[in-house]
């Protein structure tokens, strides 16, 4: 069985950096949607809530 190449420094670097750059537009997300008076602007932003985190997966 041929062995896997190891994950360099920059390619785990990079996973980590976007983990943390998509971890905190959710989080941002989830506060704006509490906070938001405009049902419509709501509706938009719950959407694109919806759509980003069903992507972790």
Same mark, same amino acid.
């Given at each position: =069985?041929?062995?896997?190449?190891?994950?360099?420094?920059? *390619?785990?670097?990079?996973?980590?950096?976007?983990?943390?750059?998509? %971890? =905190?537009?959710?989080?941002?997300?989830?506060?704006?949607? *509490?906070?938001?008076?405009?049902?419509?602007?709501?509706?938009?932003? %719950?959407?694109?809530?919806?759509?980003?985190?069903?992507?972790?997966?």
């Amino acid at each position: =069985m041929p062995e896997k190449p190891t994950i360099t420094s920059s *390619e785990l670097g990079t996973l980590w950096l976007t983990y943390q750059q998509k %971890t =905190m537009i959710l989080r941002m997300l989830e506060y704006f949607i *509490e906070q938001a008076d405009d049902e419509k602007a709501k509706t938009i932003m %719950t959407g694109l809530y919806k759509k980003k985190s069903w992507s972790n997966y």
